[in-house]
């Protein structure tokens, strides 16, 4: 499954409909791109996706209004010696947004949904 994000011209899987974040591969229990996120020994699923794997994939969907980073490219810290544990906010507002857009777009043609 290609790594490309919801909203960038194509149809979201189910997988996505749910979580975003599959969309990308999870370095925590190194689940691949299109399969939910399992415990370490992958031996159980779990109801949703590690942190690391959603501030994956908010880097590699929206740049950053803060930093300036472009897409797939980390926040910058604001202070080089104090690492940051994840993207600014902004990034993350700004790519709820545009999960948001998609999972609209997905589901207009669904059966029964109001118009």
């Known amino acids: 499954m290609s790594e490309s994000t919801p909203g960038a011209g194509r ?45 994956d994939w908010t880097v590699a969907t929206v740049d950053c209004a803060d930093c300036g980073a472009p897409i797939g490219a980390p926040c910058a810290p604001e202070h080089p010696a104090i690492p940051l544990p994840g993207p600014h906010q902004a990034r993350i507002a700004a790519a709820d947004v545009v999960y948001a857009k998609a999972l609209e777009d997905a589901s207009r043609d669904m059966p029964g949904r109001k118009r």
């Open 11 to 55: 149809r979201m899987t189910r997988a996505e409909a749910r979580h975003p974040e599959v969309a990308v591969r999870c370095r925590h229990c190194k689940a691949q791109a299109g399969v939910d996120c399992s415990n370490q020994r992958g031996t159980a699923p779990m109801t949703g996706p590690h942190r690391g794997r959603r501030d």
